[in-house]
């Protein structure tokens, strides 16, 4: 070996095909410690530890034999005195002789290593603490999206409720808690801002005999059928209710006694003419106009309950209204 | 399915013949590992080269650091260029960790391989005693990997994110990962970390596929009980001690290793 190469501060290595040494230089020698000669002949495996031999099958022999040259790895070789030293190695892949031969060129980096690896476990603890800070962002996120999925079936839920509570389950129409709102909603109403505003209750006559006589399961389609009759001919205003039993009420905003007498005969003729699933059926009604001498929704009730008794005592399928019953002075205070 | 598999995974195909021949390389390399090889077939066969995603010259935008953190995301690869090039019993030949990924794609797909040829093939690298000897111990392992770090995660990886931290300057961290190739880098440090530490023992015994089991003497990374052991845990397989040496006799002896694989098909 040229003496300039044998004493360059840098390591020289020279390998046949197979990873046999050819040629070491001094200073390698030197810096691994093995004693001059030794390792001609013997397999490069001899000088690396196992995580180094594995390196130097699975990386420095196919870029070797896919590039020609390896440039700048980072190599550990095993020292004699058990140590593994950090080498950084540059290769090329020749022809010499006939023969194929992979020169070697190593630099030790002790140092630079040390420093790396300190940046290296900066880098992990950074990309472990961007993990968790990840981790944790995504699981909020999935609480936020449970949340959201709870919140909108509680809003469901309530939504259900809201109907249960304020609907009669066998018609769809509203309940008679419904009625009774909106009824004293419209008081305050008018109160405030005068206008007229009419209720009617109505009662199927003589209903108990559709039930006796074909059964409650038809009974409940004349109620289910009714209820759409009148429902059919009501403006979007006014609030038709299930007031009880076979009883229904309706509140008529801005219509006075006359309009309301209209309305009742137009729910009237439409029963009569309606088709029926077995014998037909008629309705009686009383109306009540609210005024000024009325104070309350209970009121208004009152007097349109005893308007329908009249209507049940003229002899049914007919309204009345209560101003023709001569007892408006006497309801000031109904109770 | 990727849109274009065949330019995903840079695929060539060759030879005259009908029956598909499909190489897998294996880690740090790619498709032109098998050119002393894979010529030899083409009298007979339809040769189809590839490089997995990530190598080669694969199309680095379709790795997936969530695909390809397992054997699988690999296999994934052999089977869509299977399906997009319709390959009727196919012949699966892997080096190294593509023999491991050959077995996992027939794993998925029952049927779909006529023959397995696995060359140089471990199904796990380190020890687990007294049951099973990789021939390494996981330290080993992870001082490869901690080596494999230092040359694949080095200055550029480093030095981008601190760059990155100059938000109003996006276009430096760009430029300065494009001119550190860091993805390429990183991608390979994962292949070596998923190809070192996969452990596929538990699934050789539910291959169907026959497979040919090709060991070199003295492979460092495959020690013989290795290929005794896949030979042992593989259902139908044969064994074939080579007289080839080391982990690549595909490129070193590439006479022999031809042989052994046109013996073997031409006895099926």
Known sequence: MDDDLNRAPCGYLSLDQAGVIWAINATLEAWLGYPAQELLGQ??????????RMLYQSYFTPLLISHGQVEELFIRFQAASGQEEPLLINAIRREK????CIECILVPVRRRIQYEEEILRARKEAERAARMKMQAVEALEEAHIALEAKQAELLEANARLEALASQDHLTGLKNRRVFIDYLAFHIAMVKRSPAPLSIILIDIDKFKNINDRYGHPVGDIYLQRLAQLM?????????LSRYGGEEFAIVLPDTDQSMAALVAERLRSAVLLADW??????????IATYTSEIHSDVALIFLADRALYASKDNGRNCFTHASELGILPAVKQPR | MAPNTLARNNVHISGRGTQPMLFGHGFGCDQRFWRLVAPAFEDHYRVILFDYVGSGKSDRDAYSFTRYS??????QDVLEICTELELKNPIFVGHSV??????????QAPGLFQQLILLGASPCYFNDLPHYAG????????????????????WANYVAPVAMKNPERPELALELEASFCATDHEIMYQFAEITFLSDVREVLPRVQTPALIMQPAEDAFVPLPVAEYLHQHLAGSQVKYMQATGHFPHLSYPVETIQIIQQHLDSL
């Open chain 1, 43 to 52: 397999p490069v495996d001899s000088i690396l530890p196992v995580a180094s």
């Open chain 1, 97 to 100: 002789g006939g023969q194929v």
């Open chain 1, 231 to 239: 429902y059919d001919n009501l403006r979007e205003i006014d609030l």
């Open chain 1, 277 to 286: 699933p077995q014998s037909p059926i008629t309705i009686s009604m009383g």
């Open chain 2, 70 to 75: 397992s054997l699988s995301g690999y296999a």
């Open chain 2, 98 to 107: 593509s023999s491991m990924i050959g077995i996992l794609a027939s794993l």
């Open chain 2, 135 to 154: 021939g390494y111990q996981r330290s080993d392992l992870e001082g490869l990997l901690g080596m494999m770090e230092h040359n694949y995660l080095g």
